[in-house]
């Protein structure tokens, strides 16, 4: 009898890290649209999708998309962690520039580490991760050659600033996914009054 209880709390130790392990790291989808610099608004555009993960052990963001279309000339992908109330934007690395033509079922991964401040997952006010188009001379292909101060506009739509093409909630973020009622476009927003929609 004791052996038998013995094998049962194991398993049930086992089952319990494994589980706890599993909520460790919740996964984000991350939405985009295609009314931006890229797509072919005359055609059938689907827009871009991914997900991603937040590993506090390391303070790095690992995640995938596709369907990811890159304006000529700005084909650099860099990454964000955005505010939607304040909207202002701290940059956080560059994703790259080799896998922008996701089309289909090819997929493309990224890893961004984040800088110090945000270890153990404090974003402070910062709601979202978000992907911009920059210049593809500020790239070398392996690091930045110079950090962009602020998300670039939308070349077609220059009222669309910052121009964002995936975003997704971060890890604790106390804000709502909102449909912005047109295209495949969202917003995240605590407060809804003052945003744009990331079209």
Not at 8 to 13: L, P
Not at 125 to 139: G, M, P, Q, V
Not at 180 to 194: I, L, M, N, R, V
Request: glycine share 12%; proline share 6%.
């Amino acid at each position: 009898m004791t052996k038998i209880l013995l094998r049962i709390m194991a398993v049930t130790s086992i089952s319990l890290v494994w589980a706890v392990g599993l909520q460790a790291q919740d996964i984000t989808p991350m939405y985009g649209a295609w009314m931006t610099d890229g797509y072919d608004l005359g055609g059938k555009p689907i827009g871009p999708k991914g997900s991603f993960a937040y590993h506090a052990d390391t303070n790095v963001i690992k995640g995938k998309y596709l369907g990811l279309k890159m304006p000529k000339g700005r084909k650099t992908v860099v990454a964000w962690l955005h505010d939607t109330v304040n909207q202002k934007s701290i940059y956080v690395g560059t994703v790259g520039w080799l896998k922008v033509g996701t089309g289909g079922r090819e997929k493309a991964v990224f890893t961004i580490k984040l800088p110090d401040q945000f270890k153990g997952g404090d974003f402070g006010s910062y709601e979202i991760l978000a992907f911009s188009a920059e210049s593809t001379k500020s790239f070398n292909g392996k690091k930045a050659v110079s950090i962009p101060n602020n998300p670039s506009a939308s070349a077609i739509v220059p009222a669309q600033n910052p121009a964002f093409y995936l975003f997704g909630a971060l890890p604790g973020a106390d804000t709502k996914l909102i449909y912005c009622g047109h295209g495949q476009d969202f917003s995240y927003a605590k407060a809804p009054e003052k945003q744009t929609c990331y079209d």
